[in-house]
């Protein structure tokens, strides 16, 4: 029996099978969770559904977060076909790419300000008024992503850096809020993976590479990595942690000088 059985997931930002979502509908798969997904545009129907399959054939739902309709209608469904809910994971992050990068004051707009926190932030908050009345009496637990860009300023990341900020923020608003119902809400910082989100980033190789030699564990990590332990802090394993920020990143956030620059100069 897997530390997930007869639990119920409803998991949202799975695009391909590099997603970071990906990886983690397959370790709570493996752990025993029914899954359900959700899939951004008709384009990635097809392999949301592919991921579906691989995952014990659930529910696979249209779903914009930027649309209140569309979210009242994925938890009607799963009202319908599940009547209860334990999980939920938002993998969504997005901001216009000509604001990633060259100068953050420069090149961030008002709109573009306003869709990276709708998209990236916002949307989590309104998941999970969705999920309040599905996980009513069920020790329920909502997870998000995050990245260290919304701790510390790095190049080119630019207005997703207060967007992650801000997310990471409504994490311990939504714990402190939930917490009486015995909704947990904690989120997974992750190093930097190659997924569609990091695809056409400029010098993303070379982000990679300078991630994996400073490193502590001096490598980086994988959607399997992130997806444990995705699946861990949504399990009773995890039951005395809420409005924390797990980070998955082969310990880069510990440092401030890697010993390999040393060993290099
Ligand atoms: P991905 O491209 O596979 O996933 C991003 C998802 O966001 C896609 O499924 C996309 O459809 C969805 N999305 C964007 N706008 C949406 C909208 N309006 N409505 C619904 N869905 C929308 O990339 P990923 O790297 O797996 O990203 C998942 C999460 O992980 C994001 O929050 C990202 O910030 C975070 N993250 C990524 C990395 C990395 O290096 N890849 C590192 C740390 C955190
Ligand atoms: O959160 C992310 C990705 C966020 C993202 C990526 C895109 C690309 C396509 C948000 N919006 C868009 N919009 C698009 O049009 N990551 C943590 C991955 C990532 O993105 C970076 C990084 C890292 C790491 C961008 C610049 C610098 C580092």
């Known amino acids: 029996m897997g530390f997930l059985s007869n639990r119920k997931a409803l998991i949202v930002g799975v695009a391909s099978n590099r997603s970071i979502a990906w ?21 990635l129907k097809g392999r949301v559904e592919q ?18 309709a569309q979210i009242d209608a994925v938890f009607e469904q799963l009202k319908q076909t599940w009547g209860h809910l334990d999980i939920v994971v938002h993998a969504v992050g997005f901001a216009p790419r000509e604001e990633l990068e060259g100068s953050f004051v420069e090149n961030t707009t008002r709109g573009g300000y306003a869709m990276a926190h709708d998209i990236s932030a916002y949307s989590f ?3 999970a008024r969705g999920a309040r009345p599905l996980m009513q009496g069920r020790n329920g637990s909502l997870l998000t992503l995050s990245y260290l860009g919304g701790e510390r300023a790095l190049p080119n990341y630019n207005v997703m850096g207060p967007a992650k900020a801000s997310l990471e923020a409504s994490v311990r608003y939504m714990a402190n809020d939930l917490g009486p119902e015995g909704i947990r809400v904690n989120a997974v910082s992750a190093g930097p993976i190659r997924t569609l989100a990091a695809s056409g980033i400029g010098d993303f190789r070379k982000m990679l590479d ?18 444990n332990t995705s699946a861990f802090l949504c399990s009773d394993l995890a039951s005395g942690i809420t409005g924390e920020v797990v980070h998955v990143d082969a310990g880069f956030h510990a440092i401030a000088l890697s010993g390999s ?4 100069s």
């Open 210 to 227: 300078l991630n994996a030699a400073s490193a502590p564990l001096r490598r980086n990590v994988g959607i399997d990595e992130v997806g």
């Open 125 to 127: 908050v309104a998941l």
């Open 261 to 264: 620059a040393l060993d290099a």
């Open 51 to 68: 991921c579906a399959e691989a995952c014990g054939g659930g529910p696979v739902m249209p779903l914009d977060v930027t649309d209140d």
């Open 23 to 43: 990886g983690i509908a397959e370790a709570m798969h493996r752990e025993g969770a029914e899954i359900a997904l959700t899939y951004q545009t008709d384009k």
